[in-house]
């Protein structure tokens, strides 16, 4: 274990100690549904999307946890005093680490499903049981909305070009059709945050889908809103970066859940009497989506990028028995 991973661990260990403490017995017991938010400094905001959620979905009763990443705002006691149960964290670590440390708490409480919002109001809580509904019937194991799929209130070329662009990677990858990437709204069987790797600070959704993807879960895209933030300022930065690091977390995550594939796939190909050098060569796939990312950055996408691209199209999710898609 890295000393960057020990340190992650005691701080996690520390707060899920001072969350129990403070919750007791509705920490230990939380109802069938838990809904996620990471924050970070959303005092004047918060209380608004707290106040806003549903206490019941798909007639399963809901309880909201949020975890405050190192805020140095009133974001803890504005949360605590609309009702959600806030894991209060000193330390800003990005919302990939906050999520994680959401998904552990809600697991431990004996939640069965759960769901993730942003902490800025930009997700309509009206379309969480749409997105929930699929999990709960049995139909997908993991949804997310799609704001492809429904709609988008920015008018920013560059964020939507970004959004095309890292779908389109991800789906050549992974070799599932996806139309949206970074979507914070999503529902999924709570085991399920157990079961795949997360240890990325920042831009989990891209991470969290292609882990998702690679273990072979059941996902689903279901059509969702994306409104424009109204009070206070995005968390994301300057476009260009923000593209750069977001095809970062694309490319690693690809590449690790692949090696972790590797000696599975070798195995089976030396019992059919082939051999590990007949396997893929990734290069050309990592070459691919790094172009793409760096198209993201200059504005444009390269001639001929699309699903067709890597040479074959996509499986669209109905062609997959794992996946299903809905439009």
């Not at 997360?198 to 996902?219: C, D, N, T, W």
């Not at 689903?220 to 977390?249: C, D, M």
Request: with cysteine; hydrophobic share 40%.
């Amino acid at each position: 274990m890295t000393s960057s991973a020990v340190t992650n661990e005691a701080i996690d260990s520390a707060a899920i100690e001072a969350f129990a403490a403070h919750y007791g017995e509705r920490a230990a017991h939380l109802p069938p549904v838990a809904i996620v938010i990471a924050a970070f400094n959303e005092e004047g905001v918060l209380g608004s999307v707290v106040h806003g959620l549903p206490a019941s979905l798909c007639g399963l009763a809901a309880s909201v946890i949020v975890v405050s990443d190192g805020a140095r705002d009133a974001t803890v006691a504005e949360g605590r005093a609309h009702g959600a149960l806030v894991c209060d964290v000193p330390v800003n670590r990005g919302q990939g680490a906050a999520l994680r440390l959401g998904y552990r708490l809600a697991r431990a409480g004996g939640a069965r499903y759960i769901v993730t919002t942003d902490a800025d109001g930009q997700y309509n809580p009206a379309e969480m049981e749409r997105v929930l509904a699929p999990v709960v019937s049995g139909e997908a194991d993991f949804v997310t909305g799609s704001r492809k799929l429904g709609s988008q209130e920015t008018k920013d070329p560059v964020r939507r070009l970004g959004t095309w662009v890292f779908a389109v990677t991800i789906s050549m990858l992974t070799g599932q059709r996806i139309t949206d990437s970074s979507f914070g709204l999503r529902a999924m069987r709570a085991e399920i945050t157990g079961a795949v790797r997360l240890e990325q600070p920042q831009y989990q959704s891209a991470e969290l889908l292609i882990a998702v993807l690679a273990k072979g879960f059941r996902v689903l895209e279901v059509p969702a809103t994306i409104h424009k933030r109204q009070v206070g300022e995005s968390k994301k930065g300057h476009n260009a970066l923000y593209g750069l690091n977001f095809a970062g977390v694309i490319a690693r995550t690809w590449w690790r859940e692949r090696q972790r594939r590797a000696p599975r796939s070798a195995a089976s190909a030396n019992r059919a009497g082939g051999s590990a050098g007949s396997l893929p060569s990734a290069a050309e796939p990592l070459a691919r989506a790094t172009s793409i990312a760096r198209a993201t950055v200059t504005g444009s996408a390269p001639a001929g990028d699309g699903p067709a691209a890597s040479g074959g199209t996509p499986r669209a999710a109905g062609d997959d028995p794992r996946s299903a898609k809905r439009t």
